[in-house]
Each structure stands twice: as structure tokens, then as C-alpha cells.
């Protein structure tokens, strides 16, 4: 998130340094996954993607950045986070609107984890600052998205995260391919939902998998 509240264009591009005009061109064997889930196979190595289900919000030739959406980011909570970016004062949070003093704020991923990444449904939309990566959902980096979730002017549904997952060119291709990660459509309750916990079994269910049936068997949905 930035703190100073610029603006910027092409979130994928200029802020997280990737492209972002994804096509359904085919990439080793599949196409981008763009406004999909990744789900982690329980053999992947990484400690940090474990049981992890993230949301592709960029995918092209010159590489992929994604948000995971099922890992609470520790102890600190969004009224904090508001207080600590100067957005509220510590007076102020009890005026808070409901969702506000609810929402809960996740580990993204292990790049960046000072920046904030607002995942949010398209019913909220600022020019030039953000990212509609389909019909439902959209990315704001921006201080106003949390002026206005704080106010009650912000999207019906949104999740905050620090940091994300981002992969060098042909890198998630190829660990798709070494069986690290499954595949599905992405739906709001995954990316939204409250019950953070159950994401990934649930992500799993939906691609018609049973967790303790799983292989070494590369796949996708």
C-alpha cells in the first residue's frame, strides 16, 4: 500500500513490474491463469505456500503475481493498520463502519510484505489506480480504497493483503508441471470468505479432490 496515496496506472505492470495483458495463448502446454486459484499440493517443499490457495491476478509471458487468500497476517488487525497508515486516530475506531472493524488482514506473500494489496469486488473502482482482472473482481494498491472500506464507501466485499506471490517468466509453468500447484476457477466465497481456515480443503473439494487421495500426479482443473 501506498502510504502517500499516489496513484498509479497499470498495477500489474508498474507497480509489480510484470505485464499484465494476459491472452489465452498457450504457455508450455496451458494457457495464463489469470482470475484463477492456485491450489499447493501437499508435496510442494516451500513452507511458505503450504496448504495455500492464491488468486492469480496477473499471468502473461513476462511472468505472474498472485495474492494468497487463505493466511491470516499475524496479530495485527485492520483498525490498527488504518491507525498506523494515519487514516484514523486511535478515537476514531470505534466509529468505524462494520465490515471496517471486521475485516481481516492476510499475508499476501513473501514479496513485498510492507505493501498492501486490496483484493475487491468490481462494484468499486478507482480511474488510473485500479485493476479489473475480470468481470468480479479487482486490485487497488492505494490508500483510498481503505479511506473509503473505513467510511463505509468501499466494495461490498474485499480482502486486504501484505506482500504477494510473483513468479518469473516460464517459473509457475514449470512448477505447475513439477506438480506444485493445482488449479480451478476462482468464486467470491474463496477469495472473500470469512472462514479463512477452511479455503484450502475447500478449494480442493471444489476441484473434486480428496486431500488425502492426492499424488505426486501433476494436474489441473
Known amino acids: 500500500m501506498n502510504p502517500e496515496g499516489k496513484r498509479h496506472g497499470d498495477v500489474g505492470r508498474r507497480i509489480i513490474g510484470i505485464g499484465s495483458d494476459a491472452s489465452s495463448d498457450d504457455v508450455s502446454g496451458q494457457g495464463y491463469l489469470d482470475g484463477r486459484l492456485l491450489v499447493a499440493m501437499p508435496v510442494m517443499g516451500d513452507p511458505r505456500f503450504e496448504r495455500s490457495v492464491i488468486y492469480l491476478c496477473a499471468h502473461s509471458a513476462e511472468g505472474a503475481m498472485g495474492i494468497m487468500v487463505n493466511r491470516p ?11 498506523q497508515l494515519n487514516i484514523i486516530k486511535e478515537s476514531e475506531e470505534i466509529k468505524l463502519a ?6 481481516k488482514v492476510l499475508s499476501g506473500g513473501p514479496v513485498d510484505t510492507g505493501r498492501g494489496f486490496v483484493l475487491h469486488s468490481s462494484d468499486y473502482f478507482i480511474a488510473n489506480a485500479t485493476l479489473k482482472i475480470n468481470d468480479g473482481v479487482c486490485l487497488t494498491t492505494t490508500v483510498d480504497i481503505l479511506k473509503a472500506i473505513a467510511n463505509g464507501n468501499g466494495p461490498q466485499h ?11 517468466p516460464g517459473q509457475l509453468e514449470s512448477e505447475i508441471q513439477d506438480n506444485g500447484w493445482l488449479h480451478c476457477d476462482a468464486d467470491a466465497e474463496l477469495i472473500f470468505g470469512d472462514d479463512i481456515d477452511d479455503k484450502y480443503d475447500r478449494a480442493l473439494r471444489k476441484i473434486g479432490i480428496d486431500p488425502g487421495m492426492l499424488s505426486n500426479e501433476a494436474g489441473h482443473a
Do not use: K, N, T, V
Request: glycine fraction near 14%; hydrophobic fraction near 55%; charged fraction near 10%.
Open 158 to 168: 474485499a480482502i486486504l493483503a501484505l506482500g504477494y506471490a510473483g513468479w518469473r
Open 73 to 83: 497476517a499475524g496479530s495485527i488487525d485492520f483498525p490498527q493498520l488504518l491507525m
Open 98 to 103: 462494520g465490515s471496517a472493524e471486521i475485516m
